[in-house]
């Protein structure tokens, strides 16, 4: 079965991402203000180069990262399956633009039973489905469910935000029974790619959002973490028309643009009473506890300084009660 009821539905299959990444050859310093300031330093000696080649150290650490992760989900009973890596080829074809193989949160995602394959705005993850498709083939077509792949994107170039698209990425995505929220910051997702996602979805009986951010806010879940039923972290700083009006009287835990930057909203329910996130976030794990919420804690501080955690780092195929 293939199914997301929302974010907080207890987790029983998911896609974990694996650790690879080539920096592109030219680097534009524009494309990463989404990252916090010490992680957007440009360094000329990476351009071109794969991070193993680059930091041996911090790529053993960032593949450590992934697997204490599936090893936390694996221990409540979640099926973690794990993408192939690039080919030689796959990496070749991004040799300019370079190539990642590293948060499969934004390559597609799953709301009720779609299956939906987005369109990514970073020239450097376009073929980043790719690694995936070997699962999906295995998961998608022995299963009663919808499979569909958004426009191929417009070619660009000039100012990030200005490009057409359509662009509708996984990250933007917040699925809350048949409600779905779209992130819009101009760095990922458009107005275009949320205008087709509602065209596709409407018939299903499915309301899609979209939810305007701060233009240094890579994607929704970085503002917005549905914890259960009635319960959010929120970055509201972020969120340029306020929290949305059917989740306005939720309880809320507050953090501000510059934790949110160190994507303190993007732990992982587990189910609603599991959530997963990096000690550096013990306040908010604390506050959580409050609302008994029990907190597991794994160190993603490599994950992190790519710009993506726990969330970003997974892509659910069944969350249901």
């Known amino acids: 079965m293939i199914f997301v009821e929302n974010e907080f539905a207890p987790l029983k299959r998911v896609i974990l991402t694996v650790s690879e990444f080539g920096y592109p050859q030219v680097l534009k310093p524009d494309d990463l203000r989404f990252l916090p300031s010490a992680e957007a330093e440009l360094d000329d000696a990476q351009a071109g180069k794969d991070l193993a080649d680059v930091d041996p150290v911090a790529q053993k650490t960032w593949e450590e990262e992934r697997t204490n992760f599936a090893v936390v989900m694996e221990k409540y009973g979640v099926e973690v399956l794990r993408p192939r890596k690039l080919t030689s080829l796959e990496k070749e074809s ?176 587990i189910n609603p009473h599991v959530y997963v996130t990096d000690p550096v976030f013990k306040h908010i794990g604390d506050k959580l506890s409050r609302f008994d919420i029990q907190v597991e804690y794994v160190d993603f501080q490599i994950s992190r300084s790519f710009g993506g955690s726990f969330r970003c780092s997974t892509q659910s195929l069944l969350r249901k009660f």
Not at 162 to 177: A, K, N, Q, S, T
Not at 179 to 194: R, T
Not at 206 to 221: G, K, S
Not at 237 to 255: F, M, T, Y
């Open 94 to 269: 991004g040799t300019i633009h370079g190539y990642s193989n590293f948060f499969v949160r934004d390559p597609f995602f799953t709301v009720g039973n779609a299956v939906i394959e987005g369109s990514i705005r970073f020239m450097q993850r376009r073929n980043e489905i790719l690694p995936i498709r070997d699962i999906l083939e295995q998961q998608v077509y022995q299963n009663d469910c919808l499979y569909v792949s958004a426009p191929r994107p417009a070619l660009d170039q000039g100012e990030l935000a200005l490009w057409r698209g359509p662009f509708i990425e996984g990250g933007d995505v917040l699925v809350y029974g048949k409600h779905v929220f779209v992130g819009n910051s101009g760095l990922s997702s458009n107005s275009l790619g949320i205008a087709w996602l509602s065209k596709l979805l409407n018939p299903y009986g499915f309301q899609v959002e979209e939810v305007r951010l701060h233009p240094n806010i890579l994607h929704l879940d970085c503002a917005l973490g549905l914890i259960r039923e009635g319960l959010m972290i929120v970055c509201e700083a972020a969120l340029l028309d306020g929290i949305p009006q059917q989740l306005r009287k939720w309880e809320k835990i507050v953090v501000d643009l510059e934790e949110a930057s160190h994507l303190a909203t993007n732990g992982l329910p």
